[in-house]
């Protein structure tokens, strides 16, 4: 496996999510703010948990990078459109299962079960995240499939 | 069967009579007759499950109550809580029904919405009768039916609602049913409701512990509420009210439960009130704070910033519960509506207006918190700046105003809460940080607005503020003017606009018109408009008349129903209920109204209940 293009362009293909999303954000496609919803698992300071999910979430984009790392390996081709397609199950998979169960896990994220007691401050996502906004599914797919082109193109197929 | 009355032999319930039961998802209203006739799942702006109400028997009812019309000799709320207990007398004997939806599900297996009824006799047996016909949507959608063990099932796709009974009573839908109950020996009544998820089975005897406990859980969360209150008991209710109309997944308050009931009984002012409107929430958000309910008043500013975000800085007029775009305005064919008003709509068209009056709301909200001491993090001073950068940039626009005119003019009312919000802005930028050229701009654009307000938007020959530029009429959301601060509270100014109003807007007794009656493009009339006449009290707190605040608002107490609940509009004549219900906005300016009564200086006045 390309463990060294791994450590370094796993970091590269998180971050141009990440900067994919915060652009998407910032012109108004998506609420979906990953730094703000990752980093308040750990403080409820909105200023500090962006900054704390920056570093979570390019931890997580490392872990990802792995299996995507793996999968061109046991393949042994790794091209942008593999990359691509992986980018799309990877997406459908953060969709459809991740997002939805993260209410049960997040400490200060709402449910929508939630009742008077709850002092939580995030609303749920909802199914494709689209409490965030009707285009968050879409911008979520098109900046998954970026990192996906990313490590295609990065990673060497070994 | 003879002699139990059937849902179409019903007349409609005065909207007087109804009761209000929530779990802080959705909501149901409760006639007088025991007969749930709205009901919508599973949130607040759902499908109607229940839809009596505006959608006549076909859109079905849930009634549980003595067999033949009985008189109520007591309908109340158990102190401090939501459930709600109505007693008949029903040939020398009692019958009570005790119900509530159960609000908190602590992480445990139960179902996401759970109403639990119980029936109880005393003084010897009664005959009762249990008539269930759920009907699904706008089309009225007859559920697919079978039985699971003891439960009634009832099912349309992805909703599935069961209905349990101890002692076990074989209930079909659409069929009332009959039973005998004795003393000492309740019948409990279990309606769990499942969307998108597994039906989860509930004994009736677990499900009233569960309504036992989270009663005490209301009680507790009232027992926080500020002590020196005055006319504390009408103020708890109002806040358990507001906080039972808001949806705890997002913090969001919904302006009113339902849907279409008139403004003008068999005319057409008949709105969909299921969503969020920035202004009610902002005003909850002083509401809370004034009786020291923090989470509450946190929770909404944060969910408003965070739901305008999309279409920031441009603040919507109003959003669904979890901050998406308000649905396209529809009217549902075949609807009859209460006292045959139609259309039935659903969907809200006043989501696309310009009011500018929501960005001073809003922004006030916000430095009312900063005051507290809860500084604002970078994302809420971020959305505020925009706000008020808008305002400095747009207040000489026409807008839709408070109140959601179709022809926008530029309102005084309006101007004058633009004001508020680059004020506000400013008074928030002297402990966050600001640019200079930005700080410039705001105060250019505060002493602009406040002179032109001044010359256009004031008519000496009235001693009053008016409604519109170059119009002569007056308006009652005016009466906000003495918390504003573009006038002194005590100028002539102020007090010329509030006696203008309390004198040529008045219906009668405490209560106004909010504009003259009939002004607004639309076909029919309507009735006074009961926030106006919490605001007149908060306004007249503001200007040292103390003594007549604490009259006016001990006359408007006298206006709620029984429960304690008020509607949008009264009609002078008859004292009935007009419009959604209950609102959140007369609720929220009831509170206000007391706290301004708190507030405000004097020795002579000891307002405690």
Same mark, same amino acid.
């Given at each position: 496996?390309?463990?060294?293009?791994?450590?370094?362009?796993?970091?590269?293909?998180?971050?141009?999510?990440?900067?994919?999303?915060?652009?998407?954000?910032?012109?108004?496609?998506?609420?979906?703010?990953?730094?703000?919803?990752?980093?308040?698992?750990?403080?409820?300071?909105?200023?500090?948990?962006?900054?704390?999910?920056?570093?979570?979430?390019?931890?997580?984009?490392?872990?990802?990078?792995?299996?995507?790392? &793996? =999968?061109? #390996? *046991?393949? %042994?081709?790794?091209?942008?459109?593999?990359?691509? +397609? !992986?980018?799309?199950?990877?997406?459908?998979?953060?969709?459809?299962?991740?997002?939805?169960?993260?209410?049960?896990?997040?400490?200060?994220?709402?449910?929508?079960?939630?009742?008077?007691?709850?002092?939580?401050?995030?609303?749920?996502?909802?199914?494709?995240?689209?409490?965030?906004?009707?285009?968050?599914? &879409? =911008?979520? #797919? *098109?900046? %998954?499939?970026?990192?996906?082109?990313?490590?295609? +193109? !990065?990673?060497?197929?070994? | 069967?003879?002699?139990?009355?059937?849902?179409?032999?019903?007349?409609?319930?005065?909207?007087?009579?109804?009761?209000?039961?929530?779990?802080?998802?959705?909501?149901?209203?409760?006639?007088?007759?025991?007969?749930?006739?709205?009901?919508?799942?599973?949130?607040?702006?759902?499908?109607?499950?229940?839809?009596?109400?505006?959608?006549?028997?076909?859109?079905?009812?849930?009634?549980?109550?003595?067999?033949?019309?009985?008189?109520?000799?007591?309908?109340?709320?158990?102190?401090?809580?939501?459930?709600?207990?109505?007693?008949?007398?029903?040939?020398?004997?009692?019958?009570?029904?005790?119900?509530?939806?159960?609000?908190?599900?602590?992480?445990?297996?139960?179902?996401?919405?759970?109403?639990?009824?119980?029936?109880?006799?005393?003084?010897?047996?009664?005959?009762?009768?249990?008539?269930?016909?759920?009907?699904?949507?706008?089309?009225?959608?007859?559920?697919?039916?079978?039985?699971?063990?003891?439960?009634?099932?009832?099912?349309?796709?992805?909703?599935?609602?069961?209905?349990?009974?101890?002692?076990?009573?074989?209930?079909?839908?659409?069929?009332?049913?009959?039973?005998?109950?004795?003393?000492?020996?309740?019948?409990?009544?279990?309606?769990?409701?499942?969307?998108?998820?597994?039906?989860?089975?509930?004994?009736?005897?677990?499900?009233?512990?569960?309504?036992?406990?989270?009663?005490?859980?209301?009680?507790?969360?009232?027992?926080?509420?500020?002590?020196?209150?005055?006319?504390?008991e009408s103020v708890v209710r109002s806040l358990l009210?507001?906080?039972?109309?808001?949806?705890?997944?997002?913090?969001?308050?919904?302006?009113?439960?339902?849907?279409?009931?008139?403004?003008?009984?068999?005319?057409?002012?008949?709105?969909?009130?299921?969503?969020?409107?920035?202004?009610?929430?902002?005003?909850?958000?002083?509401?809370?704070?004034?009786?020291?309910?923090?989470?509450?008043?946190?929770?909404?500013?944060?969910?408003?910033?965070?739901?305008?975000?999309?279409?920031?800085?441009?603040?919507?007029?109003?959003?669904?519960?979890?901050?998406?775009?308000?649905?396209?305005?529809?009217?549902?064919?075949?609807?009859?509506?209460?006292?045959?008003?139609?259309?039935?709509?659903?969907?809200?068209?006043?989501?696309?207006?310009?009011?500018?009056?929501?960005y001073g709301w809003v922004v006030d909200a916000a430095?009312?918190?900063?005051?507290?001491?809860?500084?604002?993090?970078?994302?809420?001073?971020?959305?505020?700046?925009?706000?008020?950068?808008?305002?400095?940039?747009?207040?000489?626009?026409?807008?839709?105003?408070?109140?959601?005119?179709?022809?926008?003019?530029?309102?005084?009312?309006?101007?004058?809460?633009?004001?508020?919000?680059?004020?506000?802005?400013?008074?928030?930028?002297?402990?966050?940080?600001?640019?200079?050229?930005?700080?410039?701009?705001?105060?250019?654009?505060?002493?602009?607005?406040?002179?032109?307000?001044?010359?256009?938007?004031?008519?000496?020959?009235?001693?009053?503020?008016?409604?519109?530029?170059?119009?002569?009429?007056?308006?009652?959301?005016?009466?906000?003017?003495?918390?504003?601060?573009?006038?002194?509270?005590?100028?002539?100014?102020?007090?010329?606009?509030?006696?203008a109003i309390r004198d040529r807007l008045s219906a009668?007794?405490?209560?106004?018109?909010?504009?003259?009656?009939?002004?607004?493009?639309?076909?029919?009339?309507?009735?006074?408009?009961?926030?106006?006449?919490?605001?007149?009290?908060?306004?007249?707190?503001?200007?040292?008349?103390?003594?007549?605040?604490?009259?006016?608002?001990?006359?408007?107490?006298?206006?709620?129903?029984?429960?304690?609940?008020?509607?949008?509009?009264?009609?002078?004549?008859?004292?009935?209920?007009?419009?959604?219900?209950?609102?959140?906005?007369?609720?929220?300016?009831?509170?206000?109204?007391?706290?301004?009564?708190?507030?405000?200086?004097?020795?002579?006045?000891?307002?405690?209940?």
């Open positions: 496996m390309d463990w060294a293009g791994w450590a370094l362009f796993g970091i590269v293909a998180t971050a141009a999510l990440t900067a994919s999303m915060i652009t998407a954000q910032m012109v108004g496609l998506t609420r979906l703010d990953l730094p703000l919803v990752l980093g308040t698992i750990v403080t409820e300071d909105p200023d500090r948990a962006r900054v704390a999910g920056f570093f979570m979430h390019l931890a997580a984009g490392q872990g990802f990078a792995l299996g995507y790392a &793996a =999968v061109f #390996a *046991v393949l %042994h081709r790794a091209t942008w459109w593999i990359g691509a +397609l !992986l980018g799309a199950l990877h997406v459908a998979i953060a969709l459809t299962v991740l997002l939805p169960l993260l209410p049960g896990v997040h400490p200060r994220m709402a449910s929508h079960r939630s009742g008077p007691a709850s002092t939580a401050v995030l609303e749920p996502p909802g199914l494709f995240g689209l409490n965030y906004g009707v285009q968050t599914p &879409a =911008v979520t #797919a *098109v900046v %998954h499939v970026i990192y996906g082109v990313v490590l295609g +193109l !990065l990673l060497q197929a070994r | 069967m003879s002699g139990v009355p059937l849902a179409h032999q019903r007349s409609p319930a005065p909207i007087t009579d109804y009761g209000l039961l929530s779990d802080t998802r959705t909501a149901t209203l409760v006639g007088a007759d025991g007969g749930i006739d709205w009901l919508c799942v599973p949130r607040f702006d759902g499908d109607p499950l229940f839809g009596r109400l505006v959608g006549g028997p076909a859109a079905g009812a849930f009634r549980v109550g003595p067999a033949a019309p009985a008189p109520v000799v007591e309908r109340r709320y158990r102190r401090h809580s939501a459930t709600l207990e109505t007693t008949w007398t029903v040939d020398g004997a009692r019958l009570t029904l005790t119900e509530a939806m159960v609000a908190e599900l602590d992480g445990r297996l139960l179902p996401t919405t759970l109403l639990v009824r119980r029936l109880s006799a005393q003084g010897g047996p009664v005959d009762a009768v249990v008539e269930f016909d759920p009907r699904l949507g706008a089309r009225h959608r007859r559920p697919r039916v079978h039985h699971r063990g003891r439960d009634l099932v009832c099912e349309w796709g992805s909703l599935a609602v069961s209905l349990g009974c101890a002692p076990n009573l074989t209930v079909e839908p659409g069929t009332p049913t009959a039973l005998t109950v004795t003393p000492g020996d309740p019948v409990t009544i279990v309606l769990a409701i499942a969307h998108r998820e597994p039906l989860v089975h509930v004994e009736p005897a677990a499900a009233w512990d569960l309504l036992v406990a989270d009663e005490d859980r209301w009680r507790r969360w009232a027992a926080d509420i500020d002590v020196s209150l005055p006319f504390r009210t507001l906080r039972l109309l808001t949806y705890s997944p997002s913090q969001a308050p919904v302006a009113a439960p339902t849907t279409s009931l008139p403004e003008d009984p068999g005319g057409v002012r008949n709105w969909d009130y299921r969503y969020v409107w920035p202004r009610d929430a902002s005003i909850s958000v002083n509401a809370f704070l004034g009786v020291g309910k923090l989470d509450e008043a946190n929770g909404f500013l944060a969910w408003l910033l965070h739901a305008s975000r999309l279409q920031r800085p441009r603040l919507p007029a109003l959003l669904t519960l979890d901050g998406r775009h308000v649905p396209r305005e529809r009217e549902l064919p075949g609807w009859r509506g209460y006292l045959d008003s139609v259309p039935v709509r659903v969907g809200n068209a006043a989501a696309e207006q310009h009011q500018l009056d929501g430095w009312v918190l900063v005051q507290a001491g809860h500084p604002l993090n970078s994302e809420m001073w971020r959305a505020v700046r925009g706000f008020a950068d808008l305002v400095a940039r747009r207040w000489p626009e026409p807008d839709a105003g408070i109140w959601e005119v179709r022809e926008p003019v530029q309102h005084v009312h309006s101007t004058l809460m633009g004001w508020l919000a680059v004020d506000r802005a400013l008074r928030i930028a002297d402990t966050h940080r600001l640019s200079e050229r930005q700080r410039r701009r705001w105060q250019r654009a505060r002493d602009a607005i406040a002179t032109d307000v001044r010359l256009r938007g004031f008519d000496p020959s009235q001693a009053s503020y008016v409604r519109g530029y170059g119009s002569s009429e007056l308006d009652a959301a005016l009466l906000v003017l003495p918390l504003l601060g573009v006038d002194d509270p005590g100028s002539a100014r102020v007090r010329g606009t509030v006696d009668g007794g405490p209560l106004l018109y909010r504009y003259p009656p009939g002004r607004d493009g639309l076909p029919g009339s309507e009735g006074a408009f009961l926030p106006c006449s919490f605001w007149l009290v908060q306004a007249l707190a503001h200007t040292g008349r103390r003594a007549e605040a604490v009259e006016l608002f001990r006359e408007l107490l006298g206006r709620a129903n029984s429960l304690g609940l008020y509607g949008e509009e009264v009609d002078p004549a008859t004292g009935a209920f007009l419009g959604n219900y209950p609102q959140t906005l007369t609720h929220a300016a009831l509170i206000q109204a007391a706290l301004a009564i708190r507030d405000a200086p004097s020795a002579d006045e000891g307002a405690r209940e």
